[in-house]
């Protein structure tokens, strides 16, 4: 018994090696932590800035983000210091804007300036202009690329421009003050020649959106809306898996905070506070809205996750039938048994006798 004790604590310690997990010593609950309350972390108070209408995280100035003012301002954009709001650069790029609501930074330091405000739905086209990180943060003009967008559907006014991490691609949420708005992608290349049709490929969860971000994993994108926060799974469809509490002021500008799972959220409006709180994770008790069409390519489908599962199940049944084997190995004929054995049967090899009529030397 104590040998069979034995190699099933082997084979218990064999299977939790393999499955990547530790031998647990006390059963113990896991506990979702209650994520911390918003912090203000600074306050946007430069006399140029009357109203922050987006908020984007620098690549290559680690602690700066970058807003800018919403219709009626030139073409420029605010570097900001992330723990004090004072204004370190103005990068103006000499664009004639209309109605700038977003911005966002891609992965090689490309700032993405979104002049697609429509208030009353009237625009041909939007436009979207690029100009590149500066080296050192100062007040400097830049030279710009713009990009021309229209909807398949009509005008829109739209206050929400996210970038996919991973590859750049282009997305627009759309406001809608009654109903649901959309989500509309740009090509994957955009040309800098002519207007780029943007294509619908899926509604836009609901509530009245005024700003997004992705977060750095790209799997989940958090939006901001007049009332509350709400992070999105990015797959096959949008929906919405958690929402959270709202910060002081009207919703305007979310970007990605300054370590993991957090994000920054500001209001409109002259010395607009801008807060630090965690992106909700807590599961959402209504039903998400459904998506028409696919946002992005999900990174596994369903059938793969399937076919992925039942190979992970094979394996285990095959590592388990090879243990089990062992164990009945070992208690069958436990070293002892073995060796008497053998001697019994070359002794018989020696005087030439037969095993008993019926039995059958084992194979060894």
């Known amino acids: 018994m104590t040998r069979l004790r034995t190699a099933f604590a082997l084979v218990g310690a064999t299977l939790c090696t393999l499955a990547g997990v530790a031998l647990p010593t006390t059963a113990s609950a896991t506990v979702e932590a209650t994520p911390a309350a918003p912090k203000k972390l600074f306050t946007i108070s430069d006399d140029r800035i009357k109203e922050s209408s987006g908020l984007a995280k620098s690549v290559k100035h680690p602690g700066t983000y970058y807003t800018v003012n919403d219709s009626g301002d030139t073409g420029r954009v605010f570097a900001i210091d992330g723990t004090t709001g004072k204004v370190e650069a103005v990068l103006r790029f000499g664009a ?65 421009l996210l970038i996919e991490p ?117 599961a959402v008790t209504s039903t998400p809205p459904s998506a028409g069409a696919t946002p992005k390519p999900a990174t596994t489908s369903d059938s793969s996750n399937s076919d992925s599962g039942k190979s992970h199940n094979l394996r285990w049944i095959i590592i388990g039938a090879t243990l089990f084997a062992l164990i009945i190995t070992i208690v069958t004929f436990p070293p002892g048994r073995r060796e008497r054995r053998d001697r019994q049967a070359e002794n018989d090899r020696l005087t030439g006798q037969s095993p008993p009529t019926g039995h059958r030397r084992p194979h060894v």
């Open 166 to 282: 991973g590859t750049s691609q282009l997305y627009i949420v759309t406001k809608e003050l009654k109903g649901a708005g959309g989500i509309y992608a740009a090509p994957p290349a955009p040309s800098r020649q002519g207007t780029n049709d943007l294509s619908k490929l899926a509604p836009a969860p609901s509530g009245i959106i005024t700003d997004g971000t992705f977060m750095p994993d790209g799997q989940r994108v958090v939006l901001r809306t007049y009332s509350d926060v709400a992070t999105v799974a990015w797959g096959e469809t949008p929906n919405v898996v958690a929402r959270g509490a709202a910060v002081l002021g009207q919703g305007e500008t979310v970007a990605v905070g300054p370590t993991d799972n957090t994000v920054l959220v500001g209001s409109e409006g002259a010395n607009s506070a801008v807060y630090q709180m965690t992106a909700p994770a807590k």
């Open 96 to 160: 004639k804007v209309t109605d700038v609501e977003a911005l966002g930074v891609d992965r090689d330091g490309t700032i993405y300036i979104a002049d697609i405000g429509d208030n009353k739905a009237s625009r041909d086209q939007i436009e979207i202009y690029t100009i590149p990180e500066p080296a050192t943060l100062e007040d400097a003009d830049l030279r710009y690329h713009q990009f021309d967008f229209k909807y398949p559907d009509g005008a829109h006014d739209a206050e929400t």
